[in-house]
């Protein structure tokens, strides 16, 4: 029964369980795990409104990483700080590294199972149809005039048709959406809001006018203070890695390569795995073409991430390699299999820990461009072109706010 009433504030440990329950059925890909969360967090529990988590969502398509993933990080830390991100983002994802580890050992250890592909061709189907339900809804929500449903055409047509890259439609969808936002602001809103957006809206908890928690402002403080947590964290177990077997062993090739395709995730899991696929079939030897396709199948019919298939990946390069002795295989796939999930996951929960105030693009605006601008003002305007450089930049990420 829905009131006119927001929810009461979230007990840090009913949201845990959400997020742990969030990690079981997040199927579907990003547009499917996106979708349960809108159904959950704003149309059920009332969480968050729709403009915010739209804002959110726009937000984290902006970053290399697994966007979903992301979202529920940036969430968990807007209602409970940086535990409630932590845990949201990482319970998304260990379900699905418990799970890619038990299907991986079988896989590895008995070879072809046809009760398992079987099962995996039925759930295909359902996985489908969650992800064509999940683009109507998320579209029907975020595109609402014709100048923005003509940028979500081109945007297809140039991925689908043309193989234009990823990053060069977010930044031409980014000038659109700066140009539009100063010539037809009324058409390009944060959220892509017109119309019908207050049509249905019910208070929530994070609502569109709801005060900015205390933890979430911009600081430069907080941004040195988990940048640096963040870099020592990657510094310590890379380092250790490198101490333990050097620079050419086998973890530590992993550690090094995965936090590199960590960084190269922009357009999701599908943009990175030409690379991955390049390092770990035709480089290292990880693993065979085959086994490649066999891991992105399982990646695909199990919850969590896409980008999850590089478990599989490091479980069977672990297994493979005889990291530990062939009497120890298994603890071998095991090790390699969480040094690769870490490696490529620890970037997602530094950039929104980092630099996810939720003011956006105007938070950033006002706390780091305008002081800069002002100090260079008090200079003479002697070095103009990192304000230039600032100006345009948050030009551009305003607009690719309003039209992504």
């Not at 390569?257 to 960084?263: H, I, N, R």
């Not at 190269?264 to 073409?289: I, K």
């Not at 996951?345 to 105030?357: A, H, T």
């Not at 100090?375 to 305003?398: I, Y």
Request: overall charge positive; aromatic content about 16%; proline content about 6%.
């Amino acid at each position: 029964m829905t009131t006119d009433k927001p929810p009461a504030s979230v007990p840090f440990a009913e949201a845990f369980r959400f997020w742990l329950k969030l990690g079981f059925i997040s199927f579907g890909g990003p547009a499917g795990q996106i979708s349960v969360m809108h159904q959950e967090l704003v149309e059920r529990k009332r969480w968050i409104s729709e403009r915010r988590f739209l804002h959110a969502l726009n937000y984290c398509m902006l970053l290399p990483g697994p966007e979903a993933q992301q979202l529920a990080t940036y969430i968990g830390w807007l209602m409970h700080r940086t535990w409630g991100g932590i845990v949201a983002g990482g319970l998304f994802v260990l379900p699905s590294l418990f799970i890619l580890i038990g299907l991986s050992w079988i896989y590895m250890a008995y070879g072809n199972l046809p009760a398992v592909a079987g099962l995996f061709y039925g759930i295909k189907p359902a996985v489908t149809a969650i992800v064509v339900f999940a683009a109507f809804r998320i579209g029907s929500k975020a595109l609402k005039n014709i100048w923005l449903w003509a940028i979500a055409g081109a945007s297809f047509a140039g991925i689908f048709a043309l193989n234009v890259p990823f990053p060069a439609i977010v930044l031409a969808a980014g000038i659109l959406g700066a140009l539009g936002g100063r010539m037809r602001p009324e058409y390009f809103r944060i959220g892509g809001s017109h119309g019908s957006m207050e049509k249905a809206h019910l208070p929530a908890l994070i609502d569109d006018h709801t005060p900015v928690p205390e933890h979430a402002y911009f600081s430069w403080s907080s941004f040195w203070f988990y940048l640096a947590a963040g870099f020592g964290l990657w510094t310590v177990a890379l380092g250790g890695l490198l101490v333990l077997y050097g620079w050419n062993g086998a973890l530590t090739q992993m550690g090094w390569f995965f936090t590199k395709a960590a960084l190269l995730t922009f357009g999701g899991a599908y943009a990175v795995l030409p690379y991955v696929y390049q390092g770990a079939v035709e480089h290292y030897h990880w693993l065979t073409p085959l086994q490649m396709i066999d891991g992105l199948a399982l990646g695909e019919t199990t919850p969590g991430p896409l980008i999850m298939v590089v478990t599989f990946v490091g479980f069977v390069g672990g297994w493979t390699t005889g990291l530990f002795g062939p009497d120890n295989l298994l603890w071998g796939g095991l090790v390699a299999a969480t040094v690769v999930t870490f490696f490529t996951f620890l970037p997602s929960f530094v950039f929104i820990l980092v630099g996810g105030p939720p003011g956006g693009i105007d938070s950033w605006r006002r706390h780091v461009y305008r002081p800069l601008d002002r100090h260079h003002r008090r200079r003479g305007r002697r070095h103009p072109q990192s304000c230039t450089v600032l100006r345009v930049s948050c030009a551009l990420a305003a607009g690719i706010y309003r039209s992504v």
